[in-house]
């Protein structure tokens, strides 16, 4: 089979089908090749900052996000040693946005309003079960092979968004490095019916210790929750069962029981590709840079990056814009990943997991103090996260709109 589009996306991860979503709006023919055959479920992302919100409900993905998942403005430090808790409220952006919260929402599920949205356009095919195996690009257009349930297949687009996760089987195809580290140690993030709330916690909490640092965190608007902590990398894989049953004992003695819904072990790295634009190629979300998750950057990050290239692909393919604003994309983008995201995330991980020099952890303590005491230093830090973004690029002018010198 052989398909020619506008534009291919390999992927269809939350990044894969937004980006499809935007640029099916716009007008463009789109083919998205997926591995899987659906959407993959793994427990990974829940939380979506204020600051990214406006790009969900521009493309018209919030409402329903919110009504699936829930808004939020708590969160709460815990020092695990001392039990001395710090709680501050999202509430001191009212007035500064329209959207003073974060969403909560696992990433299928925003996946999956996406891709119930695609169905309105004709314009846009997904292909499940494709997995993508090389590209070819030539002056004018990039050639697909993949193989799928029925043997190997085609596709031909004018151009194609690699956004097949941290594994990208397109950069790999571009021969691009995925410059960066990996932290070395075992995380693990499960999925509990347990109601922390009950126990004191907020929807969202950082417990802050060497040995039983966590991130705890409400998923849905029953009693499902994700405590994530960290483990050496040599412990057995098959005995995480009953090291999340250990841990939770020791970090909310109370709960005597609890359902483990899910879980999944990961590695955390900070990398990003060497490039995001390689002529007609361009890359996006985990495919394009990967961040340890403990701040809930990685996919906010890939949604700013979908923001920005879907707008700008849209215009270079409808001939508004040339394609200088595809290079803008990936310079911004990976700068913005390399001086923002990735430091403020390791940032994060240090802050909640590495602990044990006394005099840091004092310092941390007392700057985490400060942002609930002083409203102005909170917004502060809270702007962070509006930082992460990337302007749109500017269309050109159309002819009779120029000035003529
Ligand atoms: C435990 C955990 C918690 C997290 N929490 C947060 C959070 O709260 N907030 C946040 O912003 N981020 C969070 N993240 C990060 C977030 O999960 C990722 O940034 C996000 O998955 C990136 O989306 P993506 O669409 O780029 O890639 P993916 O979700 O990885 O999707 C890639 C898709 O490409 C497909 N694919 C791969 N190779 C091929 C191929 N060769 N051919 C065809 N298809 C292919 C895959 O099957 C997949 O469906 C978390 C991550 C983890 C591990």
Request: proline share 4%.
């Amino acid at each position: 089979m052989t398909s020619t589009e506008a534009v291919t996306i390999v992927g269809a991860g939350p990044v894969g089908l937004i980006a499809a979503l935007g640029l099916a709006k716009s007008g463009i023919t789109v083919s998205v090749l997926e591995r899987a055959k659906g959407i993959v479920a793994s427990p990974r992302a829940i939380t979506y900052h204020w600051s990214c919100l406006e790009g969900l409900s521009e493309l018209g993905l919030l409402d329903e996000a919110l009504q699936l998942g829930f808004s939020k403005q708590d969160y709460s430090y815990i020092e695990f040693a001392t039990g001395e808790r710090i709680d501050f409220s999202l509430d001191v952006l009212e007035g500064l946005t329209k959207f003073p919260y974060n969403l909560h929402l696992g990433q299928h599920r925003l996946a999956e309003i996406a891709l119930r949205r695609l169905a309105a356009y004709p314009n846009v095919t997904v292909h499940w079960g494709v997995n993508v195996t090389d590209i070819e690009q030539d002056a004018e257009g990039v050639s697909v092979a993949a193989t799928g349930p029925d043997g190997e297949l085609k596709f031909r687009s004018g151009w194609l968004i690699g956004a097949d996760g941290a594994g990208s089987a397109v950069r790999g195809r571009l021969g691009l490095e995925f410059e960066g580290m990996t932290w070395p140690k075992r995380f693990v993030a499960a999925n509990l019916h347990l109601d922390f709330a009950k126990y004191g916690f907020a929807r969202t909490t950082f417990l802050i210790d060497s040995t039983y640092g966590a991130i705890i965190v409400k998923l849905d608007q029953n009693d499902l929750w994700r405590c994530t902590y960290s483990e050496d990398l040599n412990l057995p894989e098959d005995g995480i069962p009953e090291r999340i049953s250990e841990f939770l004992k020791v970090i909310v003695p109370a709960a005597k029981d609890y359902t483990l819904h899910a879980y999944s072990p990961y590695r955390m790295h900070q990398r990003a590709a060497t490039t995001f634009r390689v002529g007609r190629v361009l890359l996006a979300g985990d495919a394009a840079h990967a961040t340890n998750p403990s701040g809930g950057y990685g996919l906010v990050g890939g949604l700013f990056d979908v923001y920005v290239l879907y707008k700008a692909l849209a215009a270079v393919v409808q001939g508004s814009a040339g394609d200088e604003v595809l290079d803008k994309y990936a310079e911004d983008r990976r700068r913005v990943f390399l001086e923002i995201v990735s430091p403020a995330a390791s940032e994060n991980k240090r802050m909640i997991f590495d602990t044990s020099d006394p005099a840091q952890r004092a310092a941390d303590m007392a700057r985490i103090r400060s942002l609930a005491a002083d409203k102005a230093t909170l917004v502060e830090r809270l702007m962070l996260t509006s930082r992460m973004s990337s302007e749109p690029p500017v269309p050109l002018k159309k002819a009779s709109q120029r000035e003529t010198i």
